[in-house]
Nanobody, 118 residues
């Protein structure tokens, strides 16, 4: 079992920045692959970024792969982060932290709202 708690969402103007945090508990954090997903109003949840257990490998969705978003983790703090820069109105949505354990099972956080105004 993995418990995830996201924080850091909010309202920001286009071009602004936010940093989301995801605090994890319940498993050895360095064995867990962490990811971020988002869900815009009326749309399906979509993948944003993921990072492996030791932070040596990251992968981004095409929509954020131009360097606007950066995923990272601090294994000493059992926390993953999503730094979001140059935010656009289309980045608006509920952002979910996800943890994938060695069995392949996913655990999800409760989500944090990000709203980007134009």
């Amino acid at each position: 079992q993995v418990q995830l708690v996201e924080s850091g969402g909010g309202l920001v103007q286009a071009g602004g920045s936010l940093r989301l945090s995801c605090a994890a508990s319940g498993r050895t954090f360095s064995t867990i692959r962490m990811g971020w997903f988002r869900q815009a109003p009326g749309k399906e949840r979509e993948f944003v970024a993921r990072i492996n257990g030791d932070g040596s490998s990251v992968y981004y969705a095409d929509s954020v792969s131009e360097g606007r978003f950066t995923i990272s983790r601090d294994n000493a703090k059992n926390t993953a982060y999503l730094q979001m820069n140059s935010l656009r109105p289309e980045d608006t949505g509920v952002y979910y932290c996800a943890a994938q354990v060695v069995t392949g099972k996913y655990y999800w956080g409760q989500g944090t709202q990000v709203t980007v105004s134009s």
